[in-house]
């Protein structure tokens, strides 16, 4: 239940402001214009369901406002939002090709971070009234304050990121974030329009019982895949484990991370380099796995130590719990 005792999400950054390691009050401003972008995103989301009688997307509705789809809705209003509070120097979106670099002269405008942002994840299950989400990932840019941002801006490792966070608007909406210092959980009450804390200290149990995986590309699967999922099946100890999967990575990860599980997109015979993107996915949900005491590797490698090489890189992902993914790895390397 959440009450008047629940701090705000406004509460919690101005009392968390001053423990960040370069303090200036932007980070905060940011963090508020993506709780801002939610709200509006959340709402549209919840009205999802009534397209049929408000006009399909790319249509034009009763009231003579354009509908769009949701991905491009949610993309236009984060970055909207991003630009009007000018508080980053520039965006890397999925839904976009090249970065968006909202630099000038203006000495007011010398903001110093970049967002990554993924403005609707699970796009496949909006028209069935599955949950879907959110991502976004924050980092100091590397090149001069002031200057036009440029592509080295973003493409850093995901150690660099100060912040990175998802929402999921599922039964309710939730906001989760990190930026260094523990995983924090808002909900948000729609009547308010008020985020609440919800989760304090978000941390995976060491164990789990979940394994969240496309079984139907199995055949497709690295000898070291399908010999795990054949673990998770035996019937041993704690196990079989159980599957599920709702093909939404921040609602899949949300259930995993609260109840303990392992998360994987691997690579297979037939996508080269698993779906996921790096930048957009991999390593926001990584940095809050592991500030919740859970692991994010590619296979051999921390996700957050891969050099990106290309804004729209996809990488195999595998996320959980402690001892899920410790299990898998040894799967791994037995074959790779
Ligand atoms: P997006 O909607 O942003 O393109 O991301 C979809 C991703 C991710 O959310 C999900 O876990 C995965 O695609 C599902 O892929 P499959 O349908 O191949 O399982
Ligand atoms: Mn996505
Ligand atoms: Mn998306």
Not at 29 to 35: S, V, Y
Not at 182 to 194: D, E, I, Q
Not at 282 to 303: D, L, S
Request: aromatic share 10%; glycine share 8%; net charge negative.
């Amino acid at each position: 239940m959440i009450d008047k005792r629940h701090k705000t999400l406004g509460e919690f950054i101005i009392e968390n402001q001053s423990s960040f390691q370069y303090t200036s009050g932007e980070l905060s401003k940011l963090i508020n214009a993506l709780r801002l972008g939610a709200k509006v995103v959340s709402h549209e989301v919840n009205k999802a369901g009534l397209i049929d009688i408000l006009g399909a997307a790319g249509e034009t509705n009763i009231q003579g406002e354009h509908q769009q789809k949701l991905d491009v809705f949610a993309n236009e209003k984060f970055i909207q939002t991003l630009k009007n509070r000018e508080i980053v120097c520039g965006i890397a979106s999925e839904e976009e090709e090249d970065f968006i670099s909202i630099n000038s002269n203006d000495e007011q405008h010398q903001n110093k971070y970049v967002v990554l942002i993924d403005p609707l994840d699970g796009s496949s299950n909006i028209d069935v009234n599955v949950s879907v989400g959110t991502i976004f990932s924050i980092y100091r840019r590397v090149t001069p304050i002031g200057t036009p941002v440029q592509l080295e801006d973003f493409l850093q490792p995901g150690r660099n990121q100060v912040a990175a966070g998802y929402i999921v608007y599922g039964t309710s909406t939730i906001l989760v974030y990190t930026t260094g210092d523990g995983v924090n959980g808002f909900t948000l009450n729609p009547a308010l329009g008020t985020f609440y804390l919800s989760h304090p200290n978000l941390e995976y149990p060491e164990d789990g019982k979940i394994y969240s995986v496309n079984e139907g590309n199995y055949v497709h699967f690295l000898q070291g895949v399908k010999d795990y999922i054949k673990y998770c099946q035996e019937e041993e100890g704690n196990r079989p484990y159980t599957s599920r999967y709702i093909g939404s990575l921040v609602s899949d990860f949300h259930r995993n991370m609260i109840k303990g599980g392992i998360y994987m997109y691997p690579k297979s015979s037939i996508n080269e380099n698993g779906k996921l993107r790096l930048l957009y996915e991999c390593n926001p949900m990584a940095f809050i796995a592991e500030q919740a005491n859970g692991v994010a590797t590619g296979g051999r490698t921390r996700i957050m130590d891969i050099e990106p090489t290309e804004l729209h890189q996809r990488v195999p992902f595998f996320c959980g719990s402690k001892n899920m993914v410790d299990k898998l790895k040894e799967f791994l390397v037995k074959y790779h």
